[in-house]
DNA sequence: CTCTTCTAGGTTGGTAAGGT
DNA sequence: ACCTTACCAACCTAGAAGAG
């Protein structure tokens, strides 16, 4: 069937069906990284840009696969794309190659120099996936730990179970990062990522200036840290 | 000999069941 | 509820077989 004919039944209307749904300038970004149609094999008959949507719908909402809406396609045929593309690592292509787009729009060079580190507890549901107990936060579930450029664009993202401590959990991440982002050389972390454990880990990774960004003195409660508040 | 049709084997897409 | 796996369907290619 030819592209043309797939059905796209959104499409002509004014206002998007969601609020995650992709514009047209947004699919424009992503669009080029899509994979092509094989000339072999079971032509496809699902639109990419609807599964793009749907990851995007499950993403904002927060919802389980089986929530889908009826019209996005079947979430088990969007399930195998998000599964696959993440296991190819397509996603984090998009992700950075979107990332160097906002750098350059606002005037900066394409790869960060520079980044802040931190993790978030984050409640999972009872079952799937490997989760874990955060006692300082008494949460059961996974981190997200993350790193940010300087103006809150994520460049490095590891998973883990909660129960994984902070200077432990980073190395992983900070290893994921040199491998695309070779040109960060200084990241910025709070208290929970000193120690001379971490140190010496980081001394095997590679060029990476670990530097921990303290609290003031008689600090109360929750204060905006210089350098940290973006991540 | 050329062209068409048929068929087996291979690849990929979509779905549902089942394990954890 | 998440994630993997198995399975069927859809399609392509190449070669065999048949028609003219």
Redesign the pocket.
């Known amino acids: ?1 030819p592209w043309t004919e797939i059905t796209r039944p959104h499409y002509e209307r004014r206002c998007p069906r969601y609020a995650s749904d992709l514009t047209d300038e947004e699919w424009a970004l992503i669009a080029p990284h899509m ?1 092509s149609a ?9 639109d990419l840009r609807e599964i793009v949507n749907a990851l995007l719908y499950m993403a904002s909402s927060g919802g ?3 929530l889908l809406p009826k019209d996005l ?2 979430f ?2 969007v ?3 998000f ?1 696959r593309w993440r296991e190819e690592g397509l996603l984090r292509t998009i992700s950075n190659s979107l990332v160097m787009a906002a750098r350059e729009r606002e005037g900066r060079e394409a790869s960060p120099t520079a980044g802040v580190i931190d993790s978030q507890s984050v409640k999972t ?5 490997i989760r874990g107990f955060d006692a300082g936060k008494k949460i059961n579930g996974r981190k997200r730990h993350i790193v940010v450029d300087t103006i809150g664009l994520m460049v490095g993202l590891v998973v883990h179970a909660a129960d994984i401590q902070d200077r432990d959990g980073a190395p992983a991440v900070l290893k994921s990062i040199l491998k695309r982002w070779p040109w960060l050389r200084h990241v910025f972390a709070d208290g929970g990522y000193a120690g001379p454990k971490l140190k010496g880990a980081l001394r095997k990774i590679g060029k990476l200036v670990l530097e921990i960004v303290k609290r003031p003195n008689g600090a109360k409660g929750f204060e905006v840290l210089p350098r940290r508040w973006v991540v």
Do not use: V
């Not at 094989?38 to 699902?46: L, S, V, Y």
């Open positions: 069937m994979p094989n000339r072999i094999g079971r032509p496809r008959k699902t389980a696969w089986r396609p079947p088990s045929t399930q195998k794309y599964y549901t009872e079952r799937g996936g």
